[in-house]
């Protein structure tokens, strides 16, 4: 056995994995880790497996996989860009050109749909041009009969009630000023209400820091999906929970007292994040198995 293979035992070991509970969590087959622990590159598919199994493998059990490259790289073999096999290349490409077919395809539908929308609009203000037109036609005649019987001044009962009614209008234009001022002041305060904020502000490696925002409750969820292990901080360094979670197992805890979230996620794939019911999504691909998650928590002034 290698010295990169007794280590890796050591930290596989440590966490209290069994090769079939590393199996599960990297998805690499029993033979291959075996061999990786005992230093038999020979047995695996290629030079290209051989790195990305050992940096899955280190992933896995909290070692990081720089650091491990860099002091045991004699034993490591290296490849070339042109070693990579040919079947991910392949996937790649296929994938690109997918990708693009696909949003020609999604912009093509809403492209005839705003073209329908904009010929409906035209056609509509047409209709209503030549319906005001003509209103407007028999206005003006309508306007000119009026105006030839109401020449003669009104009598001064008609003038007193002319003058009280528009006494009493300006009674209501007055109080529907000051309701619609009550409106939009309401309105003003309900837009000025931020809602809950959580952002990513920093990801580098396997690292993401995100802030968390203009809420009074801190509600941490942690949802496996699959086999992982996960390990979580309080902001005093106090570990909260450690293990293996198993599929459709879960993990809560109330952090609203609390001013930071550290999480170890061991396989980002199977574990699903949630923050106050919220959905944290993973700025990392989670091709990157280990990943840390770090929530920082800005409480309201009124705490």
Not at 98 to 115: G, Q, T
Not at 133 to 138: F, I, M, R
Not at 147 to 167: F, L, R, T
Request: proline share 3%; hydrophobic share 30%.
């Amino acid at each position: 056995m290698t010295d990169l293979g007794n280590r890796l035992k050591e930290a596989r070991e440590a966490k209290g994995y069994s090769l079939d509970d590393l199996q599960r969590i990297t998805k690499i087959q029993k033979r291959y880790l075996i061999g990786i622990e005992e230093g038999s590159y020979d047995m695996m598919p290629g030079k290209f497996y051989v790195r990305a199994f050992i940096k899955q493998y280190c992933d896995a059990v909290g070692l990081p996989s720089e650091l491990i490259f860099e002091e045991h790289k004699d034993e490591i073999p290296t490849t070339q860009e042109g070693e990579i096999p040919l079947s991910l290349s392949r996937v790649q490409t296929s994938k690109r050109v997918s990708e693009s077919s696909s949003k020609v395809f999604d912009i093509l539908p809403k492209l005839l749909i705003a073209v329908f929308v904009i010929g409906a609009l035209i056609a509509l203000w047409a209709f209503v041009q030549s319906k005001v037109g003509s209103n407007a036609d028999s206005s003006d005649s309508s306007n000119q009969e009026q105006v030839a019987v109401d020449q003669k001044d009104p009598a001064p009962s008609e003038k007193i009630d002319e003058e009280k009614s528009s006494e009493d209008n300006n009674d209501e234009d007055e109080k529907s000023e000051d309701k619609q001022a009550e409106d939009d002041s309401s309105g003003e305060s309900k837009d000025q209400k931020e809602e809950q904020s959580l952002e990513a502000t920093n990801s580098s490696g396997y690292k993401t820091t995100y802030e968390l925002k203009n809420t009074d409750k801190f509600q941490l969820e942690l949802l496996a999906k699959g086999d992982t292990w996960v390990k979580v901080f309080n902001s005093k360094d106090e570990v909260l929970f450690e293990g293996l979670l198993k599929d459709k197992d879960k993990q809560s805890f109330d952090l609203s007292s609390d001013k930071q979230a550290y999480l170890v996620i061991g396989n980002a794939a199977n574990t699903n994040i949630l923050v106050n019911g919220n959905s944290l999504e993973y700025k990392i691909a989670t091709d990157v198995v280990r990943q840390d998650i770090i929530i920082n928590y800005t409480q309201p002034a009124s705490q």
